[in-house]
């Protein structure tokens, strides 16, 4: 479970340097919004995110390209990174962290299992994506994975800031 001290320090370092932060999501269904969001005065760094659930939505919405979502898949690195960079440009954020996967029970490939996640971050300087699988049910994929990408965002704004 993302802890209370993860998302204060997230709020502390966007706030101290006046930062946004947007969501795209896919696989966590808001769940990465609701945790942000859970947090009071959250409004003055977080402007808003993306659930994308279809092909449609996350091209209509966050700009992801059909070629890229045909050639690699909903649940590729290209497409988290096309999906953070999306809610980045569309909601006018700083930075913005993405989640596409498989949360199950269903849906799993030979080369995509179920638990598969991609998590990615856009920055104006940078991209980062990260590549999971989880062995949890459905509840358990969506809470690791929303957990990781505010990991991952907590890290790379303790590396930008200096914090």
């Known amino acids: 479970m993302?802890?209370?001290?993860?998302l204060q320090q997230i709020a502390n370092?966007?706030?101290?340097?006046?930062?946004?932060l947007?969501?795209?999501e896919s696989c966590?269904?808001?769940?990465i919004s609701h945790l942000i969001t859970n947090m009071p005065g959250s409004s003055a760094y977080y402007v808003?995110?993306?659930?994308?659930?279809?092909?449609?939505a996350k091209e209509r919405w966050l700009g992801v390209h059909h070629d890229t979502l045909y050639d690699h898949g909903a649940v590729s690195r290209e497409v988290a990174i096309e999906m953070a960079h999306g809610a980045r440009r569309e909601l006018g954020a700083d930075i913005a962290i993405s989640a596409?996967?498989?949360a199950g029970p269903g849906g799993g490939l030979p080369n995509k299992p179920v638990g598969l996640v991609w998590l990615a971050l856009?920055?104006?300087?940078?991209?980062?994506?990260?590549?999971h699988i989880w062995d949890q049910d459905r509840e358990g994929n969506k809470m690791m994975s929303a957990n990781a990408?505010?990991?991952m965002l907590l890290e790379f704004l303790k590396k930008e800031t200096g914090n």
Do not use: F
């Open 2 to 6: 993302t802890t209370s001290s993860t």
């Open 13 to 20: 370092i966007l706030t101290q340097h006046k930062l946004t």
């Open 22 to 24: 947007a969501t795209a």
């Open 28 to 31: 966590t269904g808001g769940l």
């Open 48 to 56: 808003g995110g993306v659930v994308a659930y279809s092909y449609d």
């Open 100 to 102: 596409t996967g498989i």
């Open 122 to 131: 856009s920055a104006r300087e940078e991209e980062l994506a990260q590549k």
């Open 149 to 151: 990408a505010l990991e």
